[in-house]
């Protein structure tokens, strides 16, 4: 009797953790347009420390050791046959793919700014893209950083903490950031910007036009739809939260008025019992928050749970997010909870204990050392 088959479409951090629950029970075939693991998380630390950001984010997917039993494929996912349980997808080459599922999960993600993108790249390209960034910010004498998201407030951290000669300025609209975290979360990092000297600008939103995407950093004057006058420095970061899910590929009928796949409470797409999504694709809630919840493993157990004819778990999403802001620092990782208190794990602790046992061992069931790209 032939395994079931299951595809995932879309190898980030959510996909990845998907098919690493599934493998040992099913065949799985995971489609990525990258070549390994590039997450889109820690956008502060990927740019003031890029080495550092690399050693954790952008991993080959054959160092997963549990991705051994997963056949993955670079290609860009071009369309899907709902009746016929058919992906459909494009090589570098331009040649075409059709690959049979049983059950489809869908976790290709968003875009969002020059860091979050869905198109195919080469491992030399991530790299150049990389440190691209790295050199145009740390060669600026002044940053302005518009945004008032996680990406923004960390990117703020970071720089000022790696080029402290820097003047950086953090614009946000509203009068505080982090509108999606606890109040005290917002107070303990505005605390800590204001010890390295990041100007903190309330009320201010930018003037942003149809066709601007904020994939790039720029250098013009940012203008303000809020009254106040432009604001010029020698580069400027765009985090202004411009998410756009990466479904073209994907039939309207299964999407909602913003293009996120909906789903119901089990991660299952509406009319279709095979097809599933999960993380910043699926709209599960406002913060869509099966990205950052252990959807994964909720999803991997309901994909077994149809093939078997048992019952299907909810998703059940938080009220408020949680977890790390600004990312490993020299002195610990601080992750806050919900309730906006934080705990911080010393240094050591994480260099000895987190990302060794808890993240590479714990989540990812092993990652192998010294394999490099390309």
């Known amino acids: ?87 459909f997808g494009r090589l570098k080459d331009g040649t075409t793919i059709a690959e049979p599922y049983d059950a489809l999960v869908i976790s290709t993600g968003v875009s969002n700014g020059f860091w979050r993108q869905p198109c ?34 960390s990117s703020a951290v970071n720089l000022a903490t790696t080029w402290p000669d820097q003047q950086i300025d953090l614009y ?35 003037v942003i036009t149809d066709d601007f995407s904020g994939d790039e950093i720029t250098s013009d004057p940012v203008r303000w739809s809020t009254g106040q006058p432009p604001a010029v420095a020698d580069a400027v970061l765009w985090a202004i939260g411009r998410v756009r899910p990466n479904t073209e590929w994907l039939p309207p009928d299964l999407l909602d008025e913003c293009g996120f796949v909906r789903v119901t409470r089990q991660l299952q797409v509406p009319g279709h019992a095979d097809v599933f999504a999960v993380g910043d694709v699926a709209a599960t809630d406002p913060l869509r928050s099966s990205a950052r919840n252990r959807g994964d493993g909720l999803v991997a157990r309901n994909v077994r749970a149809t093939f078997a004819g048992r019952p299907l778990r909810a998703f059940k999403a938080p009220g408020r997010r949680w ?24 240094l050591w602790s994480v260099e000895r204990v987190v990302m060794p046992l808890i993240v590479r061992w714990g989540m990812y069931r092993g990652i192998r050392e010294n394999r490099p790209f390309g």
């Open 1 to 87: 009797m032939n395994p079931r088959r299951v595809v995932i479409a879309g190898l980030g951090d959510v996909g990845i953790l998907t098919a690493i629950h599934l493998a040992p029970h099913f065949e799985v075939v995971g489609i990525s347009a990258k070549p390994g693991l590039v997450s889109g998380q820690e956008l502060g630390v990927r740019l003031a420390r890029p080495d550092d950001w690399a050693r954790d984010y952008w991993i080959p997917f054959d160092r997963f050791r549990k991705l051994d039993r997963v056949r993955t494929v670079q290609a860009e996912i071009t369309g899907v046959d709902l009746d016929g349980r058919t992906v």
């Open 120 to 153: 195919m790249q080469s491992s030399a390209e991530i790299g150049a893209g990389l440190y691209a960034a790295h050199e145009r910010l740390g060669t600026a004498k002044s940053v302005i950083i518009v945004g008032g998201g996680a990406a923004a407030v």
């Open 172 to 206: 946000f609209p509203g009068d505080r950031p982090l509108r999606e975290y606890h109040p005290r979360t917002w107070k303990r990092i505005a605390t800590r910007l204001g010890e390295l000297g990041v100007g903190l600008h309330p009320g201010h939103r930018a």
């Open 323 to 346: 977890g790390s802001l600004v990312g490993i620092q020299r002195d610990g990782l601080e992750v806050f909870f919900p309730t906006g208190h934080a705990f911080r794990f010393p």
